[in-house]
């Protein structure tokens, strides 16, 4: 039975007349799902022959199981395409080596629509052919939008987590301070493969992989992600010299041994598989309890799609953790956060932005949890923050003191205090005295918010009045000697160096 916003997203396909659509759900909101509902419907009301294209061999098969007996699957070494079933389903590269061999189609589904082998389809531009692009991160170098006639978005992760739906992560950081060292360097948009081999292949950060693993994850059900091959198999000898149950896919790991590791993962409960960016999409493994990011990306989309990996309901399990060795979460934020996807499907991948930019982030230094940097205290362990404490009590009373001197302006009364003082024969430097005392009870007044420092800086604005009244220098014997009156009046101790307050 489809969700309230399964239900929306497939009534708006059909109710959308633009000939392309792109449908963005989150991972974990059950894409493979709703567009195979959007196929069924189309084929019964259109008559209309169906082709779902994906990128993965588990994604072909839980699409053709989906919709049933009337699917043939068009795979590697198919020579001959029957044009006598209703859906048919295949790999991108697959279809693209027999675009001659195809029936005609009403409606064509293209999974994981970012990716740019995608481009080489015919179908966007034949008016006989209505396309629907699904996809979680519609990002890629080229607007999408050049593609796609519109995007249709019914709901987000954080709608989703608070249907519960999906499981929200706690976030721990570890050996920030070693990756925020490197420079790695760029290309084509990710950072540099061999540098970053380089790095997490280094005794010490493969060490700080373990010793994560033991202090976060121990016994747990842990999927890592790797670099590359070469490190995939350093990491996982590593696990295997603890004496640990882990296994390895790579892209390269064979159709049957693939299936018969993942099986073996999902029904071990102390299982660990490293893997290199095979498990991103078309993989959905509840029992994950522990995500591990063993390599840093500038892919928002490919960091969202590792993360996405523990996010599913599960029997006993209320979150999922994420330990991160690449400062991911701090480069894109927290996977519930909001992301402007509309500004990456009109605008691509270089002019897109987070929208509303990413969340400040800190990690605790006691215990790595990764948190908002306004916390004072860890939501961990109980760190006391005591800086960001003492900096962030600071900035509330400066916003005060701004709101209050906005709205009420400090007004000493200058001019009728040089009046008084002409009657009553006061002699300058009383005046002074008298200065201060108007400007000490309105600090008196607003105790709470007015700061010394604040005082200080008026006394020497009041001072420059008092300067050109009786025709002084504004120096900085005039400086330190009222700062001193104000000091001993409030029980402060002297000052000597107090000229620079005000320019």
Same mark, same amino acid.
Request: hydrophobic share 35%; aromatic share 10%.
């Given at each position: 039975?489809l #969700? ?12 959308? &007349?633009?000939?392309?659509? $792109? ?17 069924? #419907? ?6 209309k ?24 699957? @068009? &795979? ?6 029957p ?28 999974? &994981?629509?970012? @990716? ?6 015919p179908?966007?531009?034949?008016n006989? !052919? ?6 979680? *991160? ?5 607007? $999408? ?6 995007? @249709?978005?019914?709901? *987000? ?27 790695? /360097?760029? /290309? ?7 540098q970053m081999?380089?790095f997490?292949?280094?005794?010490k ?7 994560a ?7 747990k059900? %842990? ?27 790579t892209?390269?790991?064979? !159709? ?16 660990? $598989?490293?893997n !290199?960016?095979?498990?991103?999409t ?10 591990? $990011?063993?390599?840093a ?5 490919l960091?969202?799609?590792m ?6 309901l ?13 400062k ?9 956060g909001y ?10 991948r ?7 930019? !990413? ?30 404490? &003492?900096?962030?009590?600071k900035?509330? #009373?400066?916003?005060?003191?701004y ?20 009657? #009553? ?25 007015? %700061? ?16 050109? /009244?009786?025709?002084? /220098? ?30």
């Amino acid at each position: 039975m489809l #969700r309230d916003y399964q239900i929306k997203a497939v009534e708006e396909i059909e109710n959308c &007349e633009q000939k392309n659509v $792109l449908l963005q759900m989150p991972t974990g909101a059950g894409k493979t799902y709703t567009f195979c509902e959007i196929a069924k #419907r189309y084929f019964i009301e259109n008559v209309k022959k169906v082709l779902i294209l994906v990128h993965r061999s588990e994604l072909l098969e839980q699409a053709k199981k989906s919709l049933g007996e009337k699917t043939f699957a @068009i &795979e590697k070494g198919v020579k001959v395409i029957p044009g006598d079933f209703d859906y048919y389903v295949g790999m991108v590269e697959t279809l693209n080596r027999r675009l001659d061999k195809l029936p005609p189609f009403g409606l064509v589904i293209i999974d &994981e629509c970012h @990716i740019g082998n995608f481009k080489k389809m015919p179908f966007f531009t034949d008016n006989n !052919v209505k396309v629907v692009g699904v996809t979680a *991160t519609p990002i890629n170098e080229e607007p $999408l939008a050049n593609y796609y006639n519109k995007m @249709i978005m019914p709901t *987000t992760i954080n709608s989703l987590i608070e249907q519960d739906f999906l499981l929200n992560c706690d976030v721990y950081g570890v050996a920030s301070d070693l990756v925020g060292l490197q420079k790695f /360097k760029e /290309k084509k948009g990710e950072f540099d493969e061999k540098q970053m081999e380089d790095f997490y292949s280094s005794e010490k950060m493969v060490k700080n992989v373990i010793n994560a693993y033991w202090s976060y994850s121990a016994g747990k059900k %842990t999927l890592i992600f790797n670099v590359n091959i070469n490190h995939n198999d350093i990491v996982y000898n590593e696990f295997k010299n603890e004496g640990l149950n882990v296994y390895k896919i790579t892209g390269d790991t064979e !159709v049957k041994e693939r299936k018969k590791i993942l099986e073996n993962f999902k029904n071990e409960s102390d299982a660990i $598989l490293c893997n !290199v960016g095979v498990l991103t999409t078309g993989f959905d493994e509840p029992s994950i309890e522990t995500i591990f $990011l063993n390599r840093a990306t500038k892919s928002l989309a490919l960091y969202l799609q590792m993360v996405g990996r523990g996010s599913r309901l599960n029997q006993n399990k209320d979150k999922f953790k994420v330990i991160d060795l690449g400062k991911n979460t701090i480069r894109h934020g927290f996977y519930d956060g909001y992301f402007d996807w509309n500004t990456y499907f009109h605008k691509g991948r270089k002019n897109g932005s987070s929208g509303g930019g !990413v969340m400040p982030i800190k990690e605790c230094p006691e215990c790595n949890f990764t948190q908002h940097t306004r916390k004072v205290i860890c939501e961990n362990c109980g760190h006391d923050f005591v800086a960001e404490r &003492e900096a962030q009590a600071k900035e509330e #009373r400066e916003q005060k003191l701004y709101l209050l001197t906005k709205e009420k302006p400090i007004l000493i009364p200058i001019e009728q205090i040089f009046d008084l003082a002409e009657q #009553r024969n006061w002699k300058p430097y009383a005046v002074l005295y008298k200065i201060v005392d108007h400007i000490i009870n309105y600090k008196n007044k607003h105790a709470s918010i007015v %700061t010394d420092e604040f005082c200080e800086k008026q006394c020497l604005i009041e001072l420059k009045k008092w300067c050109e /009244k009786y025709n002084n /220098k504004f120096n900085k014997w005039h400086q330190d000697f009222i700062i001193n009156i104000y000091n001993e009046k409030t029980g402060r101790s002297t000052t000597t160096e107090v000229h620079n307050l005000v320019s």
